[in-house]
T-cell receptor, first 115, second 116 residues
Framework: EAGVVQSPRYKIIEKKQPVAFWCNPI?????LYWYLQNLGQGPELLIR????????DSQLPKDRFSAERLKGVDSTLKIQPAELGDSAVYLC?????????????FGPGTRLTVL | AQKITQTQPGMFVQEKEAVTLDCTYDTSDPSYGLFWYKQPSSGEMIFLIYQGSYDQQNATEGRYSLNFQKARKSANLVISASQLGDSAMYFCAMREGRAGNTPLVFGKGTRLSVIA
């Protein structure tokens, strides 16, 4: 079974440029998460989707960040315009169902460097 | 207030020895789950072990065991017989509530280095 797929793995851009990250969750997983991981820190939630609905986006900086999950499958996270402080790893994760024990499966992440 | 605290920024262990990575948590919810993830230099987060707040016994998965002390709010990870491939960042995480799709809250991690 394929895991969570993310692309690109690495992205280098200049500040003020736009950038987009793509995530394909594990087939059938209805919950999708985007996490931000700064250097030397643990991941922090940016947004959570239940199918195509964003149900937890309080940590998403909406002035420059946007996300979508069309048809409840793939998801795209966009930053426009990027700032130096956005340099980090962006992790996508997915999970299935709402059972008490529910493992989140993570993708390899996209490492963004803003120059 | 920090919900997950990992006080050891870095740890060294000799190959084949056991090591304990500390994790304390803070929650007022009686229902919660505790997770440990491994993050190698390649970047992916690898699930290691899970402990539910109502579980009576400490969780074990192969060489990994979780020393769960509910009254002290600690969930330490024990790795037995360390291997060179265990060198990585280790993150403790918590999910509050009974819904399995609640996001995880992570600690800052501990970098484990296994020495030959």
């Amino acid at each position: 079974e394929a895991g969570v797929v993310q692309s690109p793995r690495y992205k280098i851009i200049e500040k003020k440029q736009p950038v987009a990250f793509w995530c394909n969750p594990i087939s059938g997983h209805n919950t999708l998460y985007w996490y931000l991981q700064n250097l030397g820190q643990g991941p922090e939630l940016l947004i959570r989707y239940e199918n195509e609905e964003a149900v937890d986006d309080s940590q998403l900086p909406k002035d420059r960040f946007s996300a979508e999950r069309l048809k409840g499958v793939d998801s795209t996270l966009k930053i426009q315009p990027a700032e130096l402080g956005d340099s980090a790893v962006y992790l996508c994760a997915s999970s299935l169902g709402r059972s008490y024990y529910n493992e989140q499966f993570f993708g390899p992440g996209t490492r963004l460097t803003v120059l | 207030a920090q919900k997950i605290t990992q006080t050891q920024p870095g740890m060294f262990v000799q190959e084949k020895e056991a090591v304990t990575l500390d994790c304390t948590y803070d929650t007022s919810d009686p229902s919660y789950g505790l997770f440990w993830y491994k993050q190698p230099s390649s970047g992916e987060m690898i699930f290691l072990i899970y402990q539910g707040s109502y579980d009576q016994q400490n969780a074990t998965e192969g060489r990994y065991s979780l020393n769960f002390q509910k009254a002290r709010k600690s969930a330490n990870l024990v790795i037995s017989a360390s291997q060179l491939g265990d060198s990585a960042m280790y993150f403790c995480a918590m999910r509050e509530g009974r819904a399995g799709n609640t996001p995880l809250v992570f600690g800052k991690g501990t970098r484990l280095s296994v020495i030959a």
